[in-house]
């Protein structure tokens, strides 16, 4: 069998845990990433893996190379001023990709906006109000013109709120780090990093063009009840509520303006998938009965 290969624009934990389940589950690999550093090589679970230089201005040229030759394509890169530099690019630097069966890109549900508390799913209304949902609203647009335009394989994949084993709220509430607000009907939805490497291994055998999937556990929970659960388990007093006009992170900020409870039915249908976590209480129980 020839080697899998795979081109990783961004390799953030979400890559990482990509490449981590390729590597358990096949032994034949090609895989090339990028980071903002001059092209050098790393080493990960005793593979050898290059990484080529790629930013907003500037980029190593065997990348064109590297592409051209790809099955799988996986861009984490998220908008830099509003703009997607990868797919900006690609459709500049276009070579026919004729081994490419799979490109995905990682947005984000914040393209959903504010919907007081209700269920969204693949097919609701996209209504950002942050700047990031906006931008990664735009981007997903660019996406689907450019899979349109040169003819590649394009799946979407809307993320929730991540977290993973080295960072999570346990972590954060132990430093002290948890700005908790009150906020009646407040709902947000999260994911388990390891469950997205594993639904993004799934998705290359069950792969369908132009479909958008939300990929988030199952249980949307408001941030009380989330720390809640963590102060339980830490046995640590829970922060002391303040009120939204205090916070001064734009990002917290933003995280409180939106409410929503994200649908995950068509992603476990279409990549018969099972959740390692189903919910924040399962995912923050292995981290904590591990001594993560």
């Given at each position: 069998?020839?080697?899998?290969?795979?081109?990783?624009?961004?390799?953030?934990?979400?890559?990482?845990?990509?490449?981590?389940?390729?590597?358990?589950?096949?032994?034949?690999?090609?895989?090339?990433?990028?980071?903002?550093?001059?092209?050098?090589?790393?080493?990960?679970y005793?593979?050898?893996?290059?990484?080529?230089?790629?930013?907003?201005?500037?980029f190593?040229?065997?990348?064109?190379?590297?592409?051209?030759?790809?099955?799988?394509?996986?861009?984490?890169?998220?908008?830099?001023?509003?703009?997607?530099?990868?797919?900006?690019?690609?459709?500049?630097?276009?070579?026919?990709?004729?081994?490419?069966?799979?490109?995905?890109?990682?947005s984000?549900?914040?393209?959903?906006?504010?919907?007081?508390?209700?269920?969204?799913?693949?097919?609701?209304?996209?209504?950002?109000?942050?700047?990031?949902?906006?931008?990664?609203?735009?981007?997903?647009?660019?996406?689907?013109?450019?899979?349109?335009?040169?003819?590649?394989?394009?799946?979407?994949?809307?993320?929730?709120?991540?977290?993973?084993?080295?960072?999570?709220?346990?972590?954060?509430?132990?430093?002290?780090?948890?700005?908790?607000?009150?906020?009646?009907?407040?709902?947000?939805?999260?994911?388990?990093?390891?469950?997205?490497?594993?639904?993004?291994?799934k998705?290359?055998?069950?792969?369908?063009?132009?479909?958008?999937?939300n990929?988030?556990?199952?249980?949307?929970?408001?941030?009380?009840?989330?720390?809640?659960?963590?102060?339980?388990?830490?046995?640590?007093?829970?922060?002391?509520?303040?009120?939204?006009?205090?916070?001064?992170?734009?990002?917290?900020?933003n995280?409180?303006?939106?409410?929503?409870?994200?649908?995950?039915?068509?992603?476990?249908?279409?990549?018969?998938?099972?959740?390692?976590?189903?919910?924040?209480?399962?995912?923050?129980?292995?981290?904590?009965?591990?001594?993560?």
């Amino acid at each position: 069998m020839s080697k899998l290969k795979v081109f990783c624009f961004g390799f953030g934990q979400v890559a990482e845990s990509f490449v981590k389940k390729l590597i358990l589950e096949k032994k034949d690999l090609d895989i090339s990433i990028t980071s903002r550093q001059e092209t050098h090589q790393i080493e990960l679970y005793d593979l050898k893996i290059k990484s080529y230089l790629f930013n907003n201005d500037k980029f190593d040229r065997s990348i064109k190379e590297k592409i051209k030759d790809a099955h799988l394509i996986l861009v984490s890169i998220p908008p830099i001023n509003g703009k997607d530099i990868v797919a900006s690019y690609l459709d500049v630097h276009f070579e026919n990709m004729k081994n490419c069966r799979w490109i995905t890109y990682l947005s984000a549900t914040s393209v959903y906006g504010d919907h007081h508390g209700d269920w969204v799913n693949e097919e609701s209304i996209t209504k950002p109000t942050s700047q990031n949902g906006i931008n990664r609203l735009k981007a997903e647009n660019t996406w689907k013109s450019l899979s349109n335009k040169i003819n590649f394989p394009l799946q979407i994949f809307r993320l929730a709120g991540i977290y993973s084993n080295e960072f999570n709220i346990l972590k954060r509430l132990k430093l002290g780090k948890v700005q908790l607000i009150n906020k009646k009907n407040h709902f947000f939805s999260r994911i388990h990093v390891e469950d997205i490497g594993n639904i993004l291994f799934k998705s290359i055998s069950l792969f369908k063009n132009k479909e958008v999937y939300n990929i988030c556990d199952d249980k949307p929970a408001s941030q009380n009840d989330v720390v809640d659960y963590g102060v339980k388990l830490l046995k640590i007093e829970k922060p002391s509520p303040i009120k939204l006009e205090e916070v001064e992170s734009e990002m917290l900020k933003n995280f409180y303006q939106d409410s929503k409870k994200v649908d995950n039915k068509k992603m476990k249908f279409s990549f018969k998938y099972n959740l390692k976590y189903p919910s924040y209480k399962e995912g923050l129980s292995y981290i904590f009965d591990n001594n993560i």
